[in-house]
């Protein structure tokens, strides 16, 4: 069954460094996400992007943090400076058709841990 | 977007059916209601979306109620491997705080 991969499964980086989280989606989707969970919270949203274009983002989404699909396979989330309160689990998810009459996929997740 | 509500927490039984409510009352016409689980240590999983109708899938069953504010999600005979959060959705891929579900054995 096609799924989500994200990778590193764990990240830990020093406050002030970028990081860039990858992730593959699934091959035929076309809408792709980037959520957060900082521990012990919910799952928030960050940003959705369809076609190269980021179609919306949260309040979360400031200017650290930039999304790109550099080719035709990979999904990257860049933070630009990290900070003590970046540490979290990263999800990407993928949907075929995006919008609100649809599935998401989502993967395994990447921990980040700045330090 | 919709606001949803959930209860922090809830109890089942193995075996037994299982109903997981969500209120949004502020949900539009055109708002999706979707549900998601995210098992321990695991992304969200899909569990069901609908409109307006009822809703039957292999995992659970989805109840919308006739004026849309509030919705249902059914399982019908929950196991140990149904233990998890359960986020209700009533816009475009957003989440609540979701409800905990414990399944006793």
């Known amino acids: 069954e096609p799924e989500v991969t994200q990778t590193p499964s764990h990240q830990v980086t020093q406050m002030g460094q970028e990081v860039i989280l990858r992730c593959v989606p699934i091959?035929?989707?076309?809408?792709f996400y980037w959520y957060r969970q900082i521990l012990g919270q919910k799952v928030e949203f960050l940003v959705s992007?369809?076609?190269?274009?980021?179609?919306?983002k949260s309040e979360i989404f400031d200017d650290q943090f930039s999304v790109e699909r550099p080719d035709g396979s990979n999904f990257t989330l860049k933070i630009r400076s990290t900070k003590l309160e970046d540490s979290a689990m990263y999800f990407c998810?993928?949907?075929?058709?995006?919008?609100?009459?649809?599935?998401?996929?989502f993967g395994q997740g990447t921990r980040l841990t700045v330090v | 977007d919709a606001k949803t509500t959930q209860p922090n927490s809830m109890e089942s039984n193995e075996e037994e059916p299982v109903h997981l409510p969500c209120n949004h009352s502020?949900?539009?016409?055109?708002?999706?209601i979707h549900w998601y689980r995210q098992l321990p240590s695991q992304g969200p999983e899909y569990v069901i979306h609908?409109?307006?109708s009822n809703v039957n899938n292999r995992m659970a069953s989805l109840a919308i109620a006739e004026d849309r504010k509030s919705s249902t999600l059914i399982l019908h005979r929950a196991t140990l491997r149904d233990a998890a959060v359960y986020y209700c959705?009533?816009?475009?891929?957003?989440f609540g705080a979701g409800t905990r579900l414990t399944v006793k054995p």
């Open positions: 992007f369809y076609n190269n274009e980021i179609s919306e």
């Open positions: 502020t949900i539009s016409g055109t708002d999706y």
């Open positions: 609908g409109l307006t």
């Open positions: 959705s009533a816009n475009d891929m957003r």
């Open positions: 998810a993928s949907s075929k058709t995006g919008g609100p009459n649809t599935e998401a996929f």
């Open positions: 091959s035929n989707h076309l809408y």
